[in-house]
């Protein structure tokens, strides 16, 4: 009679001891033991300690998402519409794996991930930014730069971060010393495609222009000026799909400067087509040359590209969009160790 009793409690017992078992196999599947969780705080300046993340998207609702981040200061600032809605710490890659510098887009997106390159560890919240295995996930954060290459993150953050991102998204890495970043000064920001021909590189005349949307039907589009080619190249999706030849007014070098296209237009022309309204834009980008010229407008009525080519190009790109000036000529060889763009051009 007792033991009959004592039945139902120890079945309760054992189905209590299972349940919580699963539970806790579930959040050790969720998030890895060695990944850093994660801790708000609620400054949106200030110094961070490891782990340590700020987030309040409310502030900017909608619009493009870019993420900056600084291999010195082991951080990633998040803007949305060009506002600053989130930054957290975060662990880079060592010397011996270092980080690559540059402006990215986000291509791929998985929240449940495993390295096919590191024995399957785990990379919750995975999102690629070049095919050759340079991600953003969560991860463990020590303080310092520890990873193979990717930018861990914590964990929590990650989960929002990821949230709040699209396939298309910039991405800009900075091997500077602030948390605005810096071109490099390599020669050559673009790789070539894998399927570059003679065509793709023939000289233009003035007036001349080459437009070949077909090439890539979707995907993030990039606009590239060049003052050493004296050229503006157009890639959607890492593919190049137009070109024309751009005549510079004026003295002095462009220097270096990322632009990334908002939400909305204004009241003036665009630069890109007189009989259009303008775009809004953010300066995310700027070298030693660049810091007294830090809006698209003050560089533009120097730029002269055929008004054909740039009502092509104006109905083209969306908000989002790059735009990526600079002095260094456009194509390099793929054997070089930096590019400005690194997205889908080269897989590995």
Excluded at 3 to 24: C, D, N, Q, R, Y
Excluded at 150 to 169: D, H, Q, V
């Amino acid at each position: 009679m007792m033991l009959g009793s004592l039945l139902p409690s120890v079945k309760a017992s054992i189905l209590l001891s299972l349940t919580s078992l699963f539970i806790a196999s579930a959040v050790a599947m969720e998030k890895p033991n060695a990944h850093t969780e994660g801790s708000p705080t609620g400054k949106p300046t200030g110094p961070l300690k490891p782990g340590e993340y700020w987030w309040r998207p409310e502030i900017s609702p909608s619009g493009p998402v870019l993420a900056l981040v600084s291999i010195p200061l082991q951080t990633m600032h998040v803007y949305r519409n060009g506002i600053l809605i989130g930054r957290t710490t975060v662990s880079t890659g060592t010397p011996d794996h270092p980080t690559p510098s540059g402006v990215f887009t986000i291509l791929e997106k998985k929240t449940d991930h495993y390295s096919s390159k590191y024995n399957d560890a785990p990379m919750p919240n995975m999102q690629r930014l070049t095919w050759t295995g340079i991600c953003m996930h969560s991860g463990n954060l020590p303080g310092y730069p520890a990873s193979h290459g990717c930018i861990r993150m914590p964990y929590r953050f990650s989960e929002l971060f990821f949230k709040a991102t699209e396939k298309g998204c910039t991405v800009v890495i900075s091997d500077g010393k602030t948390p605005q970043p810096h071109l490099a000064a390599n020669p050559g920001v673009m790789l070539a495609p894998e399927d570059l021909t003679p065509d793709m590189v023939r000289p233009l005349a003035k007036t001349d222009y080459d437009w070949h949307p077909e090439r890539s039907l979707e995907g993030p589009t990039t606009v590239l000026i060049s003052g050493a080619d004296r050229m503006l190249y157009v890639y959607r999706n890492g593919n190049p799909i137009g070109r024309a030849p751009i005549q510079i007014s004026g003295r002095g070098p462009l220097g270096g400067h990322v632009f990334t296209m908002l939400e909305g237009v204004t009241d003036k022309p665009s630069w890109w087509a007189p009989n259009r309204p303008a775009h809004r834009w953010s300066h995310v980008s700027s070298d030693e040359t660049s810091r007294r010229k830090r809006e698209i407008e003050d560089i533009a009525p120097r730029l002269h590209v055929n008004p054909e080519f740039a009502t092509l190009l104006y109905d083209t790109i969306s908000s989002g969009a790059t735009v990526i000036i600079t002095d260094q000529p456009a194509i390099r060889d793929a054997s070089r160790d930096f590019s400005v763009m690194t997205n889908g051009v080269t897989k590995g």
